[in-house]
């Protein structure tokens, strides 16, 4: 008999409506009047964002049904819903927190008739990136706008948008900001903004070659942050050594000054360092068209870099690192002024 | 009767950033690249903190696991679930700033003060806090894989608290270098549900397509076995096995019967006790966590309502029964030291040791119970392995340990741990062919990641090549020219011998087929 009275179950569609209905509420709402009636609306919502999340992830006993997603993500998007749940984060527990941030990322690689339309939301409304991006300035949003903003950025547009932003200069400090997990996110983001979309990427640096390589040698390099400088040194590696920057590389390795900077990583304590530093270090030793002023670098610290290249051993065995070392060796010892 | 929840998170107390703050009062724990020791936060009252100390420059080669680690314990909120109040990097290291557990954790208050094990009226007080920790962090998508009694603590109020989740994962955390796209959204044909572990970007090498492929409740069920063996633990003072010679035979007799009558025959063999003491109640609970079939095994939140949790004491009840009398966090983790050596498996908090290297593993904390090397022949649970889930390969590779570490040294260049498997496989007895087939499945898939980072490597020397060649002189070309013919025959060879391996490894599958076949065939006649 019990199934008489079983309310009707709603489909995904209307569960995105009234998500929307109680966003819009606390959206309008200007402080928590802590009244009952607005917590008994808070357990609501929370309610629905977790359902949204069993629809879109599964269940322990139940597989994701491709064409509820489907709904659940046009639904979502033909409005304005994503906005609403952004402003409306710090208002929910940390439970519902999660569970948004995890709808948020899901509904990115959302097919609808086998397109995203996650995309096209947010090229009508970039402005979102930039209350995502500013979460890194607040403590208790940081990690859930982050992690929102690195699935975002997997649409090529977005990432475009963001590396070409006022922001990215932020991403400077962000990456150095004292709480540890909140830094290391931005890094990661960071790291993704910079290594994902290729033409992009190669587009952005070569565009903003100078300010970008000045802030990223003396904010990040240099930084009295060991940590810092361990992520910068290896990301640098990334993007020289990938394919598609190979112009940027050929720019960065004429320099004197990123010279200097590299040789002084190399000979840092930290292994993880000098190892990563190596990495790039290589690039300036092979280049074939090395500038006058580059060559006398070498040349002047020859027998400095040498022994010090000799010296430097990894702790386990690598074929390759060992053939990269020799030719560097070689390339140096040949060197004349 | 209570404000929003939204303004508990705002109102919580911001612990300093920088290391002058705190006080550094004791060393309590320590593993092989992290310290952990009691302090006080000066300008909160002189509160006294935990705090983990972990080197980054040593052997973590990737700072994404830190990451995650920290991301897990800021974001996990729960009464039984050890947090960190924040943490911050000081020079080389980082300190993650946790409340302080003054009676330290079971492992350590068993070795010292209850050798034979506890009541199991203790017990239950500890699994059931346990449980509702596991049941939380399941709920959250989250993994813990290395439960064990040295990472349950327990504070001077009796409250019982899961901690360290340096090899915690998350099904949610999406990994970027792999297209993870549809293994969210698609549905794959045959798993039951979504929630799959999809976080296999990081090591894959050794993880097994199985594992990959696994439905949540095969993956979270992992956990559920070590609860188990904890349970164990507890009740006889140290983990199953641990008297055992590290013998294969009796290995396979063991695991293919694990159960709770087993245990005094062959699993505590020589010591007293006896199953008698334990009531029925317990013993049924245990069993089901250790069932072979991890679809078998009951979820954390369904082995809260077992019998055995019914009428459970509270935390008050340790106090009096554990903690009383018991000397300080500090004090026994000295006692610790000096007989051990300073060097020893004294992490009583359990400092963050689970590194890559196996032959560290090895010395130092193979498995959950940092026992000696007998201790670890039944723990189904490497740190570090990210296919603990399926025990047979696990078992396999695990007594094949001594040859892995000899072989893996070898390859290390190719950085695989590719001959563990392989060699583990060799070793198979027919009687177990289920195994082998898994274990070719993790050997082929090991190897089309070899092949495939090898075909990597590859194009880099080739993209070198051009790019050097591009701006040299004739001379220069030809010789680096040279040097990369070398080295692309080289690492041709390699790969062929890899090719040559996984050949005969299916050689000897289908030998064994071909043997398993005639003798199901002539047994029936017969």
Known sequence: MKGLF???????????????????????????????RDEKQMVELCKN??????????????????????????????????????????????????????????????????????????????????????????????????????????????????????????????????????????AATFKELMTRHKSTVAEFLSKNYEWFFADYNSKLLESSNYITRRLAVKLLGDMLLDRSNSGVMTRYVSSRENLRILMNLLRESSKSIQIEAFHVFKLFAANQNKPPDIISIFVANKSKMLRLLDEFKIDKEDAQFEADKAQVMEEIAALEA | MKTSMASNIVERVQYPLDSSSYKIIDEIGAGNSAVVYKAICIPINSIPVAIKSIDLDRSRPDLDDVRREAKTLSLLSHPNILKAHCSFTVDRRLWVVMPFMAGGSLQSIISHSFQNGLTEQSIAVILKDTLNALSYLHGQG?????????????????????????????I??????????????????????????????????????????????????????????TALELAHGRPPLSHLPPSKSMMLNITKRFRFSDFDKYIYKGHSGGSNKFSKAFKDMVASCLNQDPAKRPSAEKLLKHSFFKNCKGPEFLVKNVLNGLPSVEKRYKEIK???????????????????SVVNVKQRRISGWNFNEDGLKLEPVFPKDPCREDHDVVKQVRFEEENAIQVEEDVASSGTVIDANLNAS???????????????????????????????????????????????????????????VKEISKLRMELETERKKNLQLELQLENIKLHLISSTANSPTS
């Open chain 1, 6 to 36: 079983k309310p009707k179950p709603r489909t995904p569609i209307d569960i995105v409506r009234q998500t929307r209905d109680l966003l819009i509420f606390f959206d309008r709402s200007t402080e928590t009047r802590d009244s009952k």
């Open chain 1, 49 to 186: 964002i977790r359902e949204l999340k069993s629809i879109l992830y599964g269940s322990s006993d139940s597989e994701p049904v491709s064409e509820a997603c489907a709904q659940l993500t046009q639904e979502f998007f033909k409005e304005d819903t994503l906005r609403l749940l952004i402003k409306c984060i710090p208002k929910l527990n940390l439970e519902a927190r999660k569970d948004a941030t995890q709808v948020v990322a899901n509904l990115q690689r959302q097919p609808v008739q086998s397109k995203l339309i996650a995309s096209d939301y947010l090229e009508k409304n970039m402005d979102l990136m930039d209350v995502l991006i500013a979460g890194y300035e607040n403590t208790d949003m940081a990690l859930h706008y982050g992690a929102m903003l690195r699935e975002c950025i997997r649409h090529q547009i977005v990432a475009k948008y963001v590396l070409n932003s006022p922001h990215m200069k932020k991403f400077f400090d962000y990456i150095q900001l004292p709480n540890f997990d909140i830094a290391a996110d931005a």
């Open chain 2, 142 to 170: 989250h993994l813990h894989r290395d439960i064990k009694s040295g990472n349950i603590l327990v504070d001077s109020n009796g409250l019982v608290k899961l901690a360290d989740f340096g090899v915690s994962a998350s």
């Open chain 2, 172 to 229: 949610y955390e999406s990994n970027n270098s792999v297209g993870a796209c549809s293994s969210y959204s698609s549905s794959s044909s045959n798993s039951s549900s979504s929630l799959m572990f999809t976080d296999f970007a990081g090591t894959p090498y050794w993880m097994a397509p199985e594992v990959i492929h696994s439905h949540n409740g095969y993956s979270f069920k992992a956990d559920i076995w070590s609860f188990g063996i």
């Open chain 2, 338 to 356: 000096v007989t051990m050596g300073a060097d020893s498996n004294g992490n009583d908090d359990d400092g963050d040791d689970d590194e890559n």
């Open chain 2, 426 to 484: 060799d070793e198979v007895d027919i009687d177990d062919v289920s195994g082998v087939v898994k274990n070719r499945e993790a050997t082929l898939a090991t190897l089309s990641v070899l092949k495939g980072s090898l075909e990597q490597e590859l194009g880099q020397v080739k993209f070198l090549m051009s790019l050097i060649g591009g701006n040299g002189e004739e001379n220069h070309v030809a010789e680096s020219e040279e040097k990369t």
